[in-house]
């Protein structure tokens, strides 16, 4: 099954070259180059994993992470950032994120991280269909 | 012991140069991004073209014209953090109004976007010579830029323009709709008042049109001098 990504950076060419190599990677990719049209995204369809961009016009990253995370608490967002600072890093943590990257990354870094990010979905999907089954257990009395 | 005092100005300076230099840090780091991606990409194509698959000339070619559009913006922000450095070089000098307010909106243009405002700049067709510091020129519309995003109108737009004076020459910040006495007298903290006063220069509000006029001496000699 291939991976599906979600890909969130104002950088047009970026965004271009990196969805060609990750596709070339067998992967599934969507664009997005604003927080809006990255939102509206995740809203209609389900990603393995999110690749954020920190620095944005209008929203910034961690607003989107936000928004993000209160929609689908289960997405796995990896930041992606031109200028890591430790503040950063810990209030993105602590909005969830999964990861962050500073750029410039080298693709088999970010490959990685999805392939881990899909492996973390998966990990939470299992474990909420257990706990519907343990739940409909309980409340049948089978 | 006494307690050590801050000088002011020097920390609003500093506060200013490590301001743009980490925005400029940023944009090259996209820069970088962008040129790195494309090493892979070509990388990419290159094992792919080993192993006897076809190769998209059109892609290469459009991949080629990207590196050059990031090379040539690349280079833009180090000429203008280059020029940045170089306004400490003396300390009282004559600048070029419109050129300089040139340079501010390119420096400042990655904080400006960020937080969703659209900023221009009207400059008159001959050059706008003033004597002045530069660097603290520099700092000045950075503050009077800062500010005017706290009260801008629901466009979100700035517009600064240059004024010749006779004599001197005048900035004029407009588009701020939401411009108050009270904003406006917060604004003039003791950076400002001693930023003002080191560029011999006064500061003057129109509320009902939303401006605010920055008044460049038209004197030649530093007023520490």
Same mark, same amino acid.
């Given at each position: ?34 927080a ?13 994993a999110?690749v954020l961009?920190l ?36 209030e /993105? ?11 410039? /990354? ?11 990010a899909?492996?973390?979905k ?11 089954i ?9 | ?6 000088? !002011?100005?020097?920390? $609003? ?11 400029? +840090? ?6 970088? $991004?962008?040129?790195?991606e +494309? ?9 792919? *073209? ?15 014209? +990207? ?6 913006? *690349? ?15 003396e300390s ?7 050129s ?10 990655? @904080?400006t976007?960020?937080?969703? =405002?659209?900023?221009t700049? $009207? ?10 510091? !530069? =660097?603290?020129? #520099?700092n ?7 500010? *005017?995003? @706290?009260?801008?109108?629901? *466009? ?10 006779? !004599? ?5 910040? +407009?588009?701020?709709?939401?411009? @108050?006495?009270?904003? =406006?007298?917060?604004? &003039?903290t #003791?950076r400002?008042?001693?930023?003002? $006063? ?13 401006m605010?006029?920055?008044?460049? !001496?038209?004197?030649? #000699?530093?007023p520490? &001098?």
């Open positions: 099954m291939t991976d599906k990504v979600l890909i969130v950076d104002d950088e047009e060419d970026f965004l271009n070259i990196i969805s060609d190599r990750l596709t070339a990677r067998d992967m599934n990719v969507t664009t997005a180059s604003s809006k049209v990255a939102i509206k995204k995740i809203d209609e369809e389900s990603f393995d999110v961009d620095m944005m016009p209008e929203m910034d990253g961690l607003e989107t992470l936000k928004v993000m995370k209160e929609r689908n608490p289960d997405l796995q967002v990896i930041l992606l950032t031109g200028h890591a600072t430790v503040e950063k890093g810990i /993105a943590m602590k909005l969830g994120a999964m990861d962050l990257i500073e750029k410039p /990354a080298d693709l088999a870094t970010i490959v990685e991280r999805i392939k881990r899909k492996a973390e998966i990990i939470l999907v299992e474990k909420k269909s257990e706990e519907r343990r739940d409909i257990l309980t409340r049948k009395g089978w | 012991m006494m307690p050590h005092r801050i000088d !002011p100005l020097g920390e $609003a300076g500093l506060q200013f140069y490590s301001k743009v230099s980490a925005s400029i +840090s940023h944009e090259i780091k996209n820069t970088l $991004a962008v040129l790195n +494309s090493a892979g990409f070509l990388e990419d194509v290159t094992l792919m *073209a080993r192993k006897g698959m076809n190769v998209d000339m059109e892609r290469l070619h459009s991949l080629a014209g +990207s590196m050059l559009k990031q090379v040539q913006r *690349a280079d833009t922000i180090v000429k203008n953090m280059n020029r940045l450095a170089h306004s400490l070089d009282w000098t004559q600048v070029d109004v419109n300089l307010l040139e340079l501010m909106k390119n420096l400042s243009e990655r @904080t976007v960020t937080r969703g =405002f659209n900023v700049v $009207a400059v008159s067709d001959m050059p706008v010579i003033i004597a002045t510091n !530069p =660097f603290f020129l #520099e000045m519309i950075w503050l009077l830029l800062d500010f *005017a995003m @706290t009260v801008t109108g629901d *466009a979100k737009t700035i517009e600064m323009q240059t004024v010749k004076a006779d !004599p001197g020459a005048r900035i004029v910040f +407009s588009g701020l709709d939401r411009l @108050t006495e009270n904003k =406006f007298n917060d604004f &003039q #003791e400002v008042r001693l930023m003002l $006063a080191m560029l011999n220069s006064t500061l003057q509000t129109d509320k009902n049109n939303g605010i006029t920055l008044n460049l !001496p038209g004197n030649t #000699e530093s520490a &001098q």
